[in-house]
């Protein structure tokens, strides 16, 4: 006999799924229904859950609670049920996929589905007990450095959308690493062994980025002596990165348009269109949806590239992983540098904690090559780096833990902001509990008045 006490998390809101849930009852499953993410984030606290049991309206392309946007909810070993006729629709097909262990098609034979999410609940545990490797670092040929939260969230993303085939749009401020996190997704994707291959869409002149990108045949314009195959047909089987896509003209929207709808090209003066294998990841730093609403960027072009979207964080969001990639460009530049140079100081590395960084990973980059050539004592100093000590914290820094605090605080304080003070969608960003953060927040003072009094409330409920 079957003993009550396996955990089943359940969503979606369906006739079929109730009565699938009370044949379920009978083989010993403990259930928890949840209607939204809030709902499931506060049963999990409550009762950690490995499997779960999700009902598909076919007439959405969206997934019960989001669970395909949160990590924590990803982690669970989903089995959809679904009507037949939903399978039609090819991102249904693509989010089932991605997303969960198995499905079922309604009318489900209990018995079996009981013996499916055994299954389910068994490779659960087994990965439980001897965990696969996960991405939780980048190959250092592409500097994507950080064991930060936010870095870890960023990981997770990078292996999920490297898995897939549908486009991604790579958001971010400037000198964040998109095109690092563009190739690192590229690497790890199944079309590694293919072309990776790049166009800034800013930097070629507006006049040959037809060529360019769809090539052009012989005679098709003054200048044309011969055969051009273009960027985007010579990365068949592989990758293409359109970086800075929001600098594209609008005559050539239309275009990649065109191509991301049927996959072919047709080069300048040809006749014949020619099919392309190829995914498109494409990066901005600006925000498209005020391009579109300018009507600088096209609407449909906009809903094409960003069926998948990556967001890099900015470097003062994850300030806890600055000493990490100080130390890791240190080492990169090490031929560059005096000999008597052998590191930073204890001062410089307390100022970089407290900088704003506009410039982000790049300019920690040129701010480390330069103090390295420059410094003519042992240890960086914050004047080497061209730094400036801000009395920001009530506090003088002197140790490392109080260094850790203060990265700690950053981050917090950051995350918070991104999630307008929405405290449960922090914490998932963070990758800790919610009562955690609540504490953290206790801890380092940080001012609640942005929180919603919903929020407020629970947090001194939970007391």
């Known amino acids: 006999m079957i003993e009550p006490t396996r955990q089943l998390l359940t969503a979606g809101n369906s006739t079929f799924l109730q009565n699938t849930v009370k044949q379920l009852l009978g083989y010993g499953w403990s259930i928890s229904h949840a209607v939204n993410a809030h709902e499931a984030m506060e049963l999990l606290d409550k009762e950690p859950c490995q499997v779960g049991l999700i009902a598909i309206d076919p007439s959405t392309s969206t997934l019960p609670l989001e669970i395909d946007s949160s990590p924590r909810l990803a982690d669970i070993s989903w089995v959809a049920i679904i009507e037949r006729n939903g399978l039609s629709h090819e991102k249904t097909r693509e989010r089932i996929f991605n997303t969960c262990y198995a499905y079922q098609v309604h009318p489900v034979d209990a018995r079996k589905l009981d013996t499916l999410m055994e299954s389910a609940l068994a490779m659960a545990n087994l990965l439980g007990a001897h965990p696969l490797p996960t991405l939780t670092s980048l190959d250092d040929e592409y500097h994507i450095v950080g064991n930060s939260p936010t870095m870890q969230l960023l990981y997770r993303t990078i292996a999920k959308v490297a898995a897939a085939s549908a486009p991604v749009l790579i958001t971010g401020e400037s000198g964040t690493g998109k095109e690092l996190t563009a190739h690192a997704i590229h690497t790890h994707s199944p079309r590694r062994h293919g072309p990776f291959n790049v166009v800034n869409c800013g930097a070629i002149p507006a006049g040959l980025i037809q060529?360019?990108?769809?090539?052009?045949?012989?005679?098709?314009?003054?200048?044309?002596?011969?055969?051009?195959?273009?960027?985007?047909?010579?990365?068949?089987?592989?990758t293409l990165f359109l970086d800075e896509i929001g600098d594209l003209p609008l005559d050539l929207q239309v275009n990649l348009l065109r191509f991301l709808e049927n996959l072919k090209v047709l080069r300048v003066g040809g006749l014949k269109e020619i099919p392309v294998d190829v995914r498109v990841l494409a990066a901005t730093h600006v925000d498209l949806n005020e391009a579109v609403g300018r009507g600088d960027f096209r609407e449909d072009l906009y809903h094409r590239l960003n069926v998948l979207q990556v967001r890099v964080p900015a470097l003062r969001e994850h300030l806890e992983d600055i000493e990490a990639l100080a130390h890791f460009f240190f080492q990169k530049f090490s031929t560059e540098k005096p000999t008597r140079v052998c590191g930073f100081s204890h001062e410089c590395l307390t100022v970089m904690l407290q900088h704003h960084w506009p410039g982000n990973i790049r300019e920690l980059v040129n701010r480390v090559r330069r103090s390295m050539v420059m410094c003519e004592h042992k240890l960086i100093t914050p004047a080497d780096m061209g730094l400036e000590r801000r009395h920001r914290l009530s506090r003088d820094i002197d140790t490392l833990q109080q260094i850790r605090d203060a990265a700690e605080y950053e981050a917090i304080r950051a995350a918070l902001v991104r999630n307008k003070h929405n405290v449960l969608r922090a914490s998932l960003e963070l990758g800790v509990s919610r009562v955690t953060l609540y504490r953290l927040i206790e801890k380092h003072g940080i001012e609640k008045n942005g929180c919603p009094d919903e929020l407020q409330t629970i947090h001194a409920s939970s007391r």
């Open 211 to 238: 060529s360019e990108l769809f090539g052009h045949e012989k005679g098709a314009f003054t200048g044309a002596n011969q055969r051009k195959v273009g960027i985007i047909e010579n990365s068949q089987g592989g």
